[in-house]
């Protein structure tokens, strides 16, 4: 069984994160309660360690946005955050929690003004001792009258993978099931699952998501990858971890010539997230909610 790994990248213990302690409500807004994790170390774990194959962001939303407004009426939005994939640091999720929590006391005299704060505070954090300047982080807010345009998708497009009766007993992600049919002529295509599932590495709860993966090139066995796919069932790992990791295998055994992985995970805690990693320049896809989501 693989398990939940207890450090980060830059040698820290996850357990010294908010994730790993309890932690009350905040009651005041506190932009260093932000904590940053560096995304470097598990890059160099499977293969990452010069140059990025790909490009992409995390796509968060946030449920549970609230501050005051000049005379102290609550004001109630959800939130989209989109992080650059090259952004030097991820954002620990139950860090960020407790700073959107922090929100729900101070005074705001417009929603833009709450908009231009969350970016400049994200921006921050994500950017903490890289040594460069920080880049651009999205923000958007809905407000109570936009939420009536909300589409719910059933499912990711795609052919899924799920029609498939494969033996499923791996303890962790095999690469080796990944393997593309060099002798055939390339194909197109999108490949979906709904059976992913992988870890917290600092309490091991589950994380639930639905997985597509579009690619050009040779033939993907959608047999193996779908093992591959859910051996990561017992697996530690954050959802951007995983994510980059499916990218990097699937690059490196079926050396497709494009390709892109998106997943959409479950809520937890009024967030969930949705990493996308691509190796070509492309529009970010659609911000679908899933039935799960």
């Given amino acids: 069984m693989s398990e939940p790994t207890a450090t980060s990248a830059a040698g820290a213990r996850l357990q010294d994160t908010p994730l790993g302690r309890a932690s009350a409500c905040p009651d005041r807004y506190d932009p260093g309660l932000l904590c940053p994790l560096p995304?470097?170390?598990?890059r160099v774990e499977w293969g990452c360690a010069g140059?990025?194959?790909?490009?992409?962001?995390?796509?968060?939303?946030?449920?549970?946005?609230?501050?005051?407004?000049?005379?102290?009426?609550?004001?109630?939005?959800?939130?989209?955050?989109?992080?650059?994939?090259?952004?030097?640091?991820?954002?620990?999720?139950?860090?960020?929690?407790?700073?959107?929590?922090?929100?729900?006391?101070?005074?705001?005299?417009?929603?833009?003004?709450?908009r231009a704060r969350l970016r400049a505070d994200l921006a921050e954090a994500l950017w903490r001792g890289s040594g460069q300047p920080p880049g651009t982080v999205g923000v958007r807010l809905w407000g109570p009258q936009e939420w009536g345009g909300a589409a719910l998708h059933a499912a990711l497009p795609g052919l899924s993978l799920d029609r498939l009766d494969v033996d499923c007993d791996d303890d962790g992600p095999q690469p080796a099931w990944l393997r593309a049919e060099a002798a055939q002529p390339p194909v197109q295509e999108v490949l979906t699952t709904d059976l992913f599932r992988?870890?917290?590495p600092v309490t091991g709860q589950p994380d639930w998501a639905s997985v597509?993966?579009?690619?050009?090139?040779?033939?993907?066995?959608?047999e193996g990858l779908l093992r591959y796919l859910v051996g990561f069932r017992r697996h530690g790992g954050f959802h951007e971890q995983c994510v980059e990791r499916i990218f990097v295998d699937l690059w490196q055994r079926c050396r497709p010539v494009r390709l892109a992985v998106?997943?959409?995970?479950?809520?937890?805690?009024?967030?969930?997230?949705?990493?996308?990693?691509?190796?070509?320049?492309?529009?970010?896809?659609?911000?679908?909610r899933l039935a799960r989501q």
């Fill in 39 to 42: 995304r470097a170390a598990s």
């Fill in 51 to 114: 140059p990025l194959p790909f490009t992409g962001a995390d796509v968060w939303t946030a449920y549970e946005v609230s501050w005051l407004n000049p005379r102290g009426k609550p004001q109630v939005a959800i939130a989209q955050f989109t992080v650059p994939a090259e952004s030097p640091n991820l954002i620990e999720s139950k860090s960020l929690k407790l700073y959107l929590n922090g929100l729900n006391h101070a005074r705001f005299a417009s929603a833009e003004e709450v």
């Fill in 198 to 200: 992988s870890l917290c």
């Fill in 212 to 222: 597509q993966i579009a690619y050009t090139g040779a033939p993907i066995d959608q």
């Fill in 262 to 288: 998106l997943a959409r995970f479950t809520r937890r805690g009024g967030l969930d997230i949705n990493p996308w990693r691509t190796s070509h320049p492309q529009p970010l896809p659609p911000a679908l």
